[in-house]
């Protein structure tokens, strides 16, 4: 059976019983008997996705006093598990952040979307070992930018095994495009391709802090918190992804933090606001309603925790599985 990390597949059985006289009840011992796990198969995770939100602080967040910008996260927590102290520990830019959250590798990666990660990601890696279509695996980013995540530098990996795309305006990689246009996408892509393994950007909160705005900011946080449990919900409602999909979400980087709302703007140094980052998560395998605050946990933990929840091995990665996560 293929695998997917929030990432689909979808069954429908339809059934035709007739109305005649003839017609018979089914027994208990004549119902279908359930098909049984799959020998050896560790985890009921069949699909991932990886939700990355562009940029925001924790300050504004998790660790908001009264967490009100993420009404769903908080409720949602009642599903899943979360990381306190999540850190990126490596470049806190765009490209390097995403970068680090799909290869397991921190990279001094460009941050112009000129130049491909050095590593291949654990999208391709699940390419290669499941032997999967390419329309099985997707990056999904409103910053063209990010185009360059389905693919890698080495030789052996560098235009093989690569996911579909759908980047920048109408997806046609020419710039930037709102996170409604990406939510859209993703939902057709779920429903028309089920894939398995799915990366998503939502920039519209890195995008309001770099223009200083603040109103705008803030908004934009309600707005993706809103955007969770709506991939939430559509999973729930799709056969191929309901209780077989685990949906991690996190973050490139956070934000400076010496102001309240003008440090926001800028972020890419060592700051403690630059690296405190989110790591929620909701899956079949996972914990529920549970915050953890313990095993030093960091961006490139997230691959290799993606790679063991689908049973596959990733070079390369030097991150480890989130452990305390699983149930």
């Not at 996260?73 to 599903?79: G, H, M, N």
């Not at 291949?120 to 699940?126: F, G, K, Y």
């Not at 279509?133 to 910053?143: C, E, H, P, T, Y």
């Not at 028309?192 to 393994?197: A, E, G, V």
């Amino acid at each position: 059976m293929k695998k997917t990390i929030i990432l689909f597949s979808a069954l429908f059985t339809l059934m035709a019983c007739s109305s005649d006289d003839n017609s018979t009840k089914i027994t208990d011992n004549e119902k279908p008997i359930e098909k049984p796990e799959e020998p050896g198969k560790k985890y009921k995770t069949e699909n991932v996705i990886i939700l990355s939100i562009d940029g925001p602080r924790m300050s504004e967040t998790w660790l908001e006093e009264k967490q009100q910008y993420i009404p769903n996260r908080v409720e949602l927590l009642k599903q899943g598990v979360f990381i306190n102290n999540f850190q990126n520990n490596g470049m806190t830019n765009t490209n390097a952040g995403h970068t680090a959250l799909i290869t397991g590798v921190y990279d001094t990666i460009s941050n112009n979307g000129k130049e491909l990660p050095t590593y291949p990601s654990v999208l391709q890696q699940w390419l290669k070992h499941s032997k999967a279509d390419s329309l099985k695996a997707w990056v999904i980013v409103s910053k063209d930018k990010l185009a360059v995540l389905n693919n890698s530098k080495q030789q052996e990996w560098n235009n093989k095994y690569m996911p579909a795309t759908d980047a920048g305006i109408a997806g046609n990689g020419t710039g930037y495009r709102e996170d409604m246009v990406t939510m859209n996408n993703l939902r057709d892509v779920m429903v028309k391709h089920s894939p398995n393994l799915i990366v998503v950007n939502l920039k519209d909160v890195d995008s309001y802090g770099h223009g200083n705005n603040w109103k705008k900011y803030i908004e934009s946080i309600q707005i993706t918190d809103q955007s969770i449990k709506d991939i939430w919900d559509y999973i729930q409602a799709l056969p191929q992804y309901k209780d077989k999909t685990t949906l991690i979400v996190s973050n490139d980087h956070g934000r400076h933090i010496d102001g309240h709302k003008t440090g926001f703007k800028d972020h890419g140094d060592d700051c403690t606001g630059c690296r405190h980052i989110e790591f929620f998560a909701m899956g079949p395998d996972f914990k529920q309603n549970a915050t953890i605050s313990t095993g030093n946990y960091e961006q490139i933990d997230v691959a290799s925790t993606v790679a063991e929840l689908l049973e596959f091995p990733l070079e390369y990665a030097k991150g480890k599985v989130i452990k305390d996560a699983f149930k």
